[in-house]
């Protein structure tokens, strides 16, 4: 999976074969057979095992009732650092192709953005933010690291970028910018 992640992130979909996969996997082509009926089939288990661990490292230590902006730190600490982790990964992952509309991962994708409205939802229901359109700024959440951790700036860190991030939210929809 390492080595399909690696080519499918570095070319275009069509420019990949199985035979390139089986070579920087050390694996006879054959063997690629035995656990995928073809590129398609690899390409779709590669991204619906990344979706899959992207969720749950996210999601798995929010838990409702704690403050918003210690959740949101929990769901964008977890995507930043898979990304970081896995960024071949991730590059594949916002390609998608082909079988973007594929219902596992879209279920999943939905999952994550849903987790992030909740958690926004409930931040205006305490009154801790203002986002008069939290399905929108759920979406927001995603873009934003994507786009800082495809093309970072020098010298950037997880850690910077968290912050940064957090800090910007913070003054769009936290409550001191309702003023």
Request: hydrophobic share 45%; net charge neutral; with cysteine.
């Amino acid at each position: 999976m390492d080595a399909a992640a690696r080519l499918f992130a570095n070319h275009e979909f069509h420019e990949v074969r199985l035979e390139d996969v089986a070579e920087a996997a050390k694996v006879g082509k054959g063997t690629l057979y035995v656990y995928f009926a073809s590129k398609d089939a690899l390409y779709l288990a590669l991204i619906r095992e990344a979706f899959g661990e992207l969720l749950q490292v996210a999601v798995s230590g929010v838990s409702h009732g704690r403050d918003v902006w210690d959740q949101l730190r929990t769901v964008v600490r977890g995507v930043i650092r898979f990304g970081m982790a896995y960024p071949d990964l991730f590059r594949v992952m916002r390609r998608a192709l082909p079988g973007p509309e594929d219902p596992a991962i879209q279920e999943m994708r939905c999952k994550l953005t849903s987790a992030i409205e909740e958690i926004l939802k409930e931040g205006n229901r305490s009154g801790r933010i203002h986002d008069p359109h939290p399905e929108i700024t759920s979406q927001f959440f995603l873009s934003f690291i994507r786009g800082v951790l495809m093309y970072p700036p020098a010298g950037m860190t997880a850690e910077v970028l968290e912050e940064h991030m957090l800090r910007v939210v913070r003054s769009g929809i936290g409550k001191e910018a309702r003023r």
